[in-house]
């Protein structure tokens, strides 16, 4: 219904009325155009929606007709991102600073009647949307309603703003080492693509923790990438430092810093270093894992192409045991690897080469250069009744270089020399899958045999070996033509592999896989068997396992298994058994599953007893963990790692958390048993409350308080 006061200059429109003006919209029960002031007056369920997603709904709303200036009375906001402002009245000027009296913020939903979980009430709020801040005036912070903190003035950028410079939420701890702690973090927002965090850590038994992290993204040319460094510092007193003499009283502390570059669509370039003041600094103030034993630290350039791989990586490795000696401290300047797949077929199968250069060297103990180059020719040939057949071909050749070497048959020094050794090797695989399609999915059984002929012997065990002691036989490496996990060594001899393959997979998108078999050295010699000693900390140790399950000509069997019937559920099972009493040797188990609000994960390791490479017993552990969602919001988690053979927990923690679209809580205590000397490790009981307020400080779902205890962060290796 329209109605035109002529007297007035006015046109009242009644009656479900909408108005649009650019990207404006109004709504009301009525509208009158006063066309001598050239405003707008809404009433009655009064809804206007502004360009930027702002809705405004009120009693009784007064704009002028380019919506630049308002006035509202009983007026609710809400933002794009679900934040509200509520106030008795408002004012807008300028198209950019609202001016609302006697208002409340916040970005939690409530329902209808109830307060909602946190909000900022104040006399006076004003919005200016140009500065992206929103300023209080004898404010107060309510939690239910309740006011629980006066403040006089306050100011956060308003819910559009990313990155601000300003303070953070605190963080409040408690543990026996450090006694309380608070974290109070200061954000710099610098630059669109630079920023600077400064974190300080008070301790009550360790003084100021000075932290700071800065991050850099940079483009320029067709460059890409970002780098950052983070650095740590305290001036320590001695009252409750370790005892062992290793550590003294005063300042320590570390840098790390990390970078990674796109330098061209297949070049990247990177480096993660960290430098330290002492071997357990970090780990004192919990930086890093507290199990971690080695420091290394790299700076790489890696080049992939479709059949070309490139990289080149200069490494630092340091030991972080308190009794480490110099052999712990190497470094390699650099290693170098290259690939190559030629692009076209040679008699029907596929030519690669590969290539490899190591310069190392130690300030007390072994310096090593090397160059490796190998030739390799495979091709897979399927016949007609389904068989298929894999032969594979290789020519290798080595030149070594090395001093102050201990040749570990007679233990005593080498002062220099320079070998070189080749190697051809003949392989063929053959496998035969049966496939079997029914209703409810599909059925691989695939036996397979492989038999790997080389040289009866060559002249190795007297040669250094820095990348091949790690040696973990399992169903993994079964059809693999060199068990070894580097070029230092090199198997000889003839060698047969046999096994089978299971592999189920549901219409569903369930699966099922078991691989199991053993391997057998039928002719020349083994070089699994005696694998020669180092001198370490002053004795005698193997250069790698001569217990691994393949020393003797009938290897011990290996067996893996992989099942995820459901999408929720998933098991892996990994085991090394005895080749004549079928006993287990090595046992990996890992598991995670989600029932409902329940989730749950565990992680059992077995490793047999092994007194040439300083294992006395056997050792068992589990690792458990176990959380409940108690609705959307609430959670508790329990985590656990427990060592078996000795009956003791080793760490524990109890993680309670509140998560809503505008607040966390997270509340953990943990202990750590763990009394190792050489790690400088002692008992310590911990205490954490972090609260995170969605528009002031940082707001974030994925942070990880149990870092320092039970995530991966052992070294790469080589």
Not at 123 to 137: L, M, N, P
Request: glycine share 6%.
């Amino acid at each position: 219904e329209l109605t035109y006061d002529t007297r007035g200059n006015r046109v009242i429109a009644k009656g479900n009325v909408e108005a649009y003006y650019n990207e404006y919209i109004l709504t009301a029960d009525q509208v009158i155009f006063d066309q001598t002031a050239n405003t707008l007056t809404a009433e009655g369920n009064a809804f206007m929606k502004e360009p930027n997603g702002n809705v405004v709904r009120a009693h009784r709303l007064v704009t002028s007709v380019d919506f630049s200036e308002a006035f509202g009375q009983s007026l609710s906001v809400v933002a794009k991102d679900e934040s509200r402002i509520v106030a008795e009245q408002a004012t807008r000027r300028d198209a950019s600073t609202t001016e609302y009296q006697r208002a409340r913020f916040s970005p939690c939903k409530s329902d209808d009647g109830q307060p909602p979980l946190w909000c900022l009430s104040a006399a006076r709020i004003v919005h200016e949307q140009k500065a992206a801040t929103i300023t209080y005036e004898q404010a107060a912070f309510e939690l239910l309603g309740v006011p629980i903190i006066y403040l006089p003035y306050f100011q956060h950028p308003d819910p559009s703003v990313r990155r601000r410079s300003g303070f953070l939420i605190p963080e409040i701890r408690s543990s026996t080492q450090l006694g309380y702690q608070v974290e109070v973090p200061y954000f710099f927002a610098l630059a669109p693509n630079y920023d600077f965090l400064f974190h300080p850590m008070y301790t009550s038994k360790q003084g100021v923790l000075w932290q700071g992290d800065w991050r850099h993204r940079v483009s320029f040319g067709g460059i890409t990438g970002l780098y950052s460094f983070k650095f740590a510092a305290a001036d320590q007193n001695d009252d409750n430092l370790s005892s062992s003499g290793h550590i003294t009283s005063g300042w320590r502390g570390s840098v790390e810093s990390k970078g990674h570059f796109s330098l061209s669509s297949w070049w990247t370039f990177g480096w993660d270093v960290t430098l330290e003041s002492d071997d357990s600094f970090r780990r004192f103030f919990k930086l890093d894992n507290v199990l971690q034993t080695d420091r290394v630290n790299t700076v790489y350039i890696e080049g992939i192409s479709k059949r070309n791989y490139f990289s080149a990586r200069l490494y630092h490795f340091g030991g972080l045991l308190l009794d480490d000696t110099p052999h712990a401290e190497s470094m390699v300047h650099p290693v170098i690897d290259y690939s190559y797949v030629y692009d076209k077929q040679v008699f029907g199968g596929e030519l690669s080469f590969l290539a490899s250069a190591l310069s190392l060297s130690r300030s007390d103990g072994t310096d090593l250069s090397r160059v490796n180059v190998e030739g390799r020719w495979r091709r897979q040939i399927v016949d007609p009744i389904g068989q298929v057949w894999t032969p594979f071909l290789s020519l290798r050749g080595d030149a070594y270089r090395y001093n102050n070497y201990v040749d570990p048959n007679t233990l005593q020094p080498v002062p220099e020399e320079t070998v070189s050794r080749g190697m051809a090797t003949a392989a063929l695989t053959y496998s035969y899958p049966f496939i079997k399609h029914n209703v409810v999915g599909s059925h691989i059984v695939e036996p397979t045999a492989q038999v790997v002929a080389r040289p009866a012997r060559i002249a190795q065990r007297v040669m250094p070996d820095e990348d091949a002691r790690s040696l973990v036989w399992d169903e993994t490496l079964l059809f693999d033509v060199d068990k070894f996990s580097g070029w230092d060594r090199i198997e000889t001899g003839t060698r047969i592999n046999v096994g089978f393959q299971y592999k189920f997979q549901a219409k569903g998108g369930g699966y099922a896989a078991i691989v199991a078999g053993q391997s057998f050295h039928i002719a020349g010699q083994n070089p699994y068997t005696d694998p020669g000693q180092i001198v370490l900390n002053g004795q005698p140790v193997s250069v790698f396992s001569p217990k691994s399950g393949l020393e003797t000509d009938t290897s011990d069997y290996v067996l893996g298994m992989y099942l995820s019937p459901i999408e929720s559920f998933r098991l892996i099972a990994q085991g090394r058994f005895d080749e004549k009493e079928l006993t287990l040797r090595r046992a990996n188990l890992f598991t995670e599953t989600r029932l409902g609000p329940i989730e749950a994960r565990a992680q059992y390791s077995f490793t047999h007893a092994d007194p040439t490479l300083l294992i006395d017993t056997s050792q068992q552990e589990l690792i458990g963990q176990l959380k409940l969602n108690i609705t959307d919001r609430w959670s508790v988690m329990a985590t656990m790692r427990y060592d078996l053979d000795a009956h003791e927990r080793l760490q524990d923690a109890l993680t309670v958390s509140y998560r809503d679209e505008c607040f966390v809580l997270t509340a953990q205590y943990t202990e750590t048993f763990i009394e190792n000397p050489l790690l400088d490790l002692r008992q310590d009981r911990s205490i954490m409350l972090r609260f995170e307020l969605k528009n002031i400080g940082q707001f974030h779902h994925n942070s990880d308080p149990l870092a320092h205890i039970f995530a991966e962060n052992q070294p790469p290796k080589i």
